[in-house]
């Protein structure tokens, strides 16, 4: 995964850290840099469009000369905070923590900074994102970010319209397609089953996510699609629905663990917790994994390569996702002309919780990252 940052300062040289005066201007600023008072100026506010070596070298500048831009003037001047706000359903669990950091610092490196919301107020969680979702709004906030399963297509198009700098995180909307940022989860869902497949499973229990998530509703379409395409359907006893939540997946193992029989050699969960959470009771139930069972996850995050044994996932480059995304908001707000990227390719991790199975294993394409 690429850092959350990639903007490189460039190497300059002709100035001490320390101004003569002990205070230095954007003037100086611009001469070290080589640039003009004005570029120098858009660098630092972020009004208008520059370039991202011209940005780099204006602020290796002044880093160098320690100028430190009054962020009131600032704010005067442009009528701007210089804020962006994120919205997410919650700050727990491993999944939202990395996403926040990555924006986090990909805002500083252009000297903004992030304000964070979760579900807020009374009512369903619906309700609560809305809430949270005007808190922003409220606090003047140059743009938004939002990575929310619990809003409507509707309810995201109708915020849109209220408030256009808004872009979207895990989820793609044709009537906002330019600002919704994803990776492709059906195609993902297909990896997770091939990587069954091509271990010589066919006999396969699941555990998904919540049936109102779009993003687990594409994963689990892809990855049943995948496998009626070889001919493998689904035994709907052994699909079992989770929330993404560790509990979740203690208690689908249980659930499946309560069935007359185990007929199935291998278990897909559509993110790693649910998946960690189901090893943990098959493990307390006396199977082995992945002698007994095999389990796959989905998302690979930090955790995964730490689970007993190592769980073999699906890498989505959910940071990549937040980082462009934010980058195309950045650019939107403060017209300035970072990379944007849209292509954002999920890998399978193999790792020890997927073994062989007891069917002839297939030869597929499977597009693979290294375990870490």
Avoid at 44 to 58: D, F
Avoid at 161 to 183: E, G, M, S
Avoid at 281 to 298: K, M, N, Y
Avoid at 308 to 318: G, K, Q
Wanted: glycine fraction near 8%; proline fraction near 5%.
């Amino acid at each position: 995964m690429p850092p959350a940052a990639t903007l490189r300062p460039a190497k300059i040289v002709g100035f001490g850290k320390a101004h003569k005066n002990g205070m230095a201007t954007i003037k100086d600023v611009a001469k070290l840099a080589g640039v003009g008072m004005g570029t120098a100026s858009r660098a630092i506010s972020g009004r208008g469009s520059i370039a991202p070596t011209t940005l780099m070298k204006v602020q290796q500048a002044a880093q160098e000369l320690g100028f430190k831009p009054s962020n009131v003037a600032r704010a005067l001047s442009m009528k701007s905070l210089g804020m962006v706000g994120v919205y997410v359903r919650n700050f727990t669990g491993s999944f939202y923590g990395p996403i926040l950091s990555a924006i986090d610092a990909e805002l500083r490196a252009v000297g903004r900074h992030m304000v964070a919301a979760n579900g807020c107020g009374d009512g369903d969680a619906r309700q609560q994102a809305l809430d949270g979702v005007d808190f922003l709004m409220e606090r003047q906030c140059d743009g938004i970010v939002l990575l929310s399963a619990d809003l409507t297509d509707a309810d995201i198009i109708a915020l849109q319209k209220r408030f256009d700098r808004l872009i979207v995180l895990n989820r793609k909307l044709p009537r906002l397609a330019t600002h919704c940022f994803t990776a492709d989860h059906a195609y993902a869902g297909r990896l997770a089953a091939r990587a069954l497949l091509a271990r010589g499973h066919r006999d396969i229990a699941t555990i998904s996510g919540p049936a109102s998530a779009p993003d687990n509703v594409a994963r689990m379409a892809g990855f049943k699609s995948e496998l009626a395409d070889h001919g493998v359907k689904l035994a709907r006893a052994n699909q079992v629905a989770g929330n993404f939540h560790f509990a979740s997946g203690h208690a689908a193992a249980e659930e499946l663990l309560q069935r007359a029989r185990r007929d199935y050699s291998a278990l897909f969960c559509a993110n790693d917790e649910m998946a960690i959470a189901a090893i943990s009771r098959f493990t307390q139930a006396g199977l082995r994994v992945p002698e007994d069972l095999s389990v796959i996850g989905f998302d690979d995050t930090a955790m995964a390569a730490y689970s007993s044994p190592p769980l073999a996932t699906v890498r989505l480059p959910n940071e990549a996702v937040a980082v462009n995304g934010c980058r195309f908001l950045v650019n939107l707000c403060y017209g300035l002309d970072l990379p944007v990227q849209r292509d954002f390719e999920p890998l399978v991790v193999w790792r020890q919780s997927l073994g062989a199975g007891p069917h002839p294993p297939l030869k597929l394409k499977i597009p693979s990252a290294a375990a870490a």
